[in-house]
């Protein structure tokens, strides 16, 4: 089946830095990724929806200038943390369907700002 | 109102015991409908869809009601292998985000 893989699985971060995680569709073309977050004993929450070669579309209360995102090919989706802070610190993880198929999952990265 | 809601939990059930999720949706447009599973730590894991006929896979079975935009997911001779947190998931169109449930959490002993 269709493989998302999304890197780093973990990383710790000082405050103030910029931290970039990525999503690869292997073996199919992604032209829209999903990016969400998820606090501890919260739902996945939607942040933004990735399109390949136009801006990404951010949900309400979604800052775009702190949360970027890049979707510069059909397998690649990028999201930078800009100037972390310990609220920032959270589950994110990346989603993609290939067509007429189920969502799949990047396996997730673990953020922790200290 | 959240566009999906769960009944947190924890359930806390014996090894072989029944037990049923429930789950409601507030918009009337969506139009697919999921059962997600999600260990600690790691990222979602598909269940099962659910169809308005109601469809079963093994010990799982899930029900949806249109007209009263309700989802279940009913899970028997449960198995200390089935704990886990159990997301319920709707789609409005296809290609669009999926929405996520905040989870019910099962806890199943021996």
């Known amino acids: 089946g269709a493989v998302v893989s999304q890197h780093p699985s973990r990383v710790i971060c000082k405050s103030g830095t910029s931290v970039k995680i990525e999503c690869r569709s292997l073996d199919f073309q992604a032209t829209t990724m999903f990016w969400y977050r998820q606090f501890p004993k919260q739902s996945l929450m939607l942040m933004a929806t990735?399109?390949?070669?136009?801006?990404?579309?951010?949900e309400q209360g979604v800052e775009k200038d702190k949360f970027l995102i890049n979707h510069a090919s059909l397998t690649l989706s990028t999201l930078t943390v800009t100037s972390a802070h310990p609220e920032d610190s959270s589950f994110y993880i990346c989603s993609a369907r290939e067509f007429g198929e189920s969502y799949t999952f990047g396996s997730g990265t673990r953020l922790t700002v200290v | 109102r959240k566009e999906v809601e769960q009944d947190p939990g924890p359930f806390n059930v014996p090894e072989g015991a029944t037990v049923a999720f429930n789950c409601t949706y507030s918009?009337?447009?969506?139009?697919?409908f999921f059962w997600y599973r999600q260990d600690c730590r790691k990222e979602p894991k598909l269940l099962m869809s659910v169809y308005s006929s109601g469809n079963e896979d093994g010990r799982f079975t899930a029900q949806l009601n249109r007209a009263s935009q309700y989802i279940s997911l009913l899970i028997r001779d449960s198995k200390l292998s089935d704990s886990a947190t159990y997301l319920c998931v709707v789609n409005g169109q296809a290609g669009t985000a999926l929405i996520f449930g905040k989870g019910t959490t099962l806890s199943v002993s021996s």
């Open positions: 918009n009337s447009a969506s139009q697919s």
């Open positions: 990735s399109n390949e070669g136009s801006k990404a579309t951010y």
